[in-house]
């Protein structure tokens, strides 16, 4: 049966460049005459965000913020590397890259080969120099493999969800930054050259009514004050429930597979309401909260006007992702050291199906039985050990399971396929 590993990480297009350029989207920001004075002030700004901005636009922030940054992208490379994945499947959204006015679709499988991609295209845009001080023309090779994406693809059809793919990149258009940033950063050492998995890349229109719009990106306010919205996006709930069909399409076979969510929270640049100039922290902290809680029923719950209010166009990638980690975004350790029960949560790094199980009956009225030929499964994740009955419905959603109960206190965890 095929193993899975769920990982989370930034595509933040800046941290390519130099820490000059890093503030340089708050900066052309601040240029925009139809925001007013009192917003621009950093007096009036959170204190973070102030200190941060300093009396050099952010440049001396930008050097620990880079580092702060990468540090965790090696913890995450070395994570996949221990993982020893056969393949690393990408959900990351298309800002007006192949989604464009001729079509766009909820979500694409991008079944390409190897691909050799110019590296630096946006911050050659921008007119900044890369982080790297390598040639502006500096290409790297995206490994894929079209047969394994298009067979991810027509498996997702076969099983309801009418998936979109695409075979060839567009012309005329940078390659979505998404995954692209997702080689580059994960093998942030040398550039992106030297990255060895192969990538099945998933696209996702994370900006719905902004898509065409605003053409996914950055805009002035006398440019939206009379906009025409594009029709919405995917919900978060499609996202899940996708992110779930592509683990039961994988499941039985012998792959590791790392899901990896090339995403973000709130991006300043979509929040209306805070003038873009900064992100809303406030609903991210709800969703983040949701996420480590083990409840994707809230993220399940969250609307496309919530969404876009919020500006976390971005997070429907990371719902994707969600469920084919076992949850394994989140936390693995409790973050104070101490042991997971006394937070209410138990944790899982890789653990057997059968280990888990046992631990969870410790929290749980009755009997729960692993059968044997579900027992070496994995399992990563937090789980909020208050609700086990949910516990139980994620292991059904998430592994080649299902969880059979004579009665409420007799609970049985079998193959999908038992009788």
């Known amino acids: 049966m095929a193993e899975f590993r769920g990982l989370g990480m930034t595509h933040y297009p800046l941290l390519a460049g130099t820490d000059e350029h890093m503030a340089g989207l708050l900066r052309w920001t601040l240029t925009d005459p139809d925001i007013p004075a009192h917003a621009k002030d950093p007096t009036g700004w959170p204190e973070l965000m102030r200190t941060e901005w300093g009396d050099d636009d952010g440049t001396t922030a930008a050097a620990g913020h880079r580092a702060a940054l990468v540090d965790n992208l090696h913890r995450v490379r070395a994570a996949l590397d221990a993982f020893e994945p056969d393949l690393v499947v990408v959900w990351g959204d298309d800002q007006y890259e192949n989604f464009r006015e001729e079509v766009v679709p909820s979500f694409c499988v991008l079944a390409y080969g190897d691909l050799e991609v110019p590296a630096f295209e946006v911050m050659n845009a921008r007119g900044a120099p890369n982080a790297w001080g390598l040639p502006d023309d500096t290409s790297i090779v995206l490994h894929g493999d079209a047969a394994v994406s298009r067979r991810l693809a027509d498996e997702l059809i076969r099983d309801g969800f009418d998936m979109a793919y695409s075979y060839r990149v567009r012309a005329g258009a940078h390659f979505p930054h998404a995954i692209l940033n997702t080689q580059l950063f994960l093998d942030y050492d040398d550039a992106g050259r030297a990255f060895p998995y192969p990538l099945v890349p998933i696209t996702v229109n994370c900006y719905g009514q902004h898509a065409i719009a605003r053409r996914g990106g950055w805009a002035r306010f006398a440019d939206i004050e009379d906009e025409t919205l594009d029709p919405i996006g995917p919900t978060p709930a499609r996202c899940l429930d996708l992110g779930a069909a592509v683990v039961r399409a994988y499941a039985g076979t012998d792959l590791r597979v790392a899901m990896v969510a090339s995403s973000s929270w709130s991006h300043a640049f979509l929040v209306d309401k805070l003038w873009h100039l900064r992100p809303d922290t406030e609903a991210d902290r709800t969703l983040y909260k949701a996420l480590v809680g ?87 994740g937090a789980f909020q050990l208050a609700d086990t009955d949910y516990v139980l419905a994620l292991l059904r959603e998430t592994l080649p399971v299902q969880v059979l109960l004579r009665t409420r206190w007799w609970v049985t965890v079998a193959p999908r396929d038992a009788g």
Not at 294 to 304: F, G, M
Not at 335 to 354: K, S, T
């Open 294 to 380: 083990n409840d994707l029923e809230r993220w399940r719950a969250t609307t496309p006007a919530e969404i876009v209010d919020a500006g976390q166009h971005t997070v429907l990638g990371a719902a994707g992702a969600a469920p084919p980690a076992s949850n394994a975004l989140l936390p693995l350790a409790a973050p104070d050291g101490a042991p997971g029960w006394l937070h209410g949560v138990l944790y899982a790094d890789g653990m057997r199906l059968a280990d888990f199980l046992a631990e969870l009956a410790r929290y749980r009225p009755g009997v729960v039985r692993c059968a044997p030929e579900v027992a070496d499964l994995r399992i990563s």
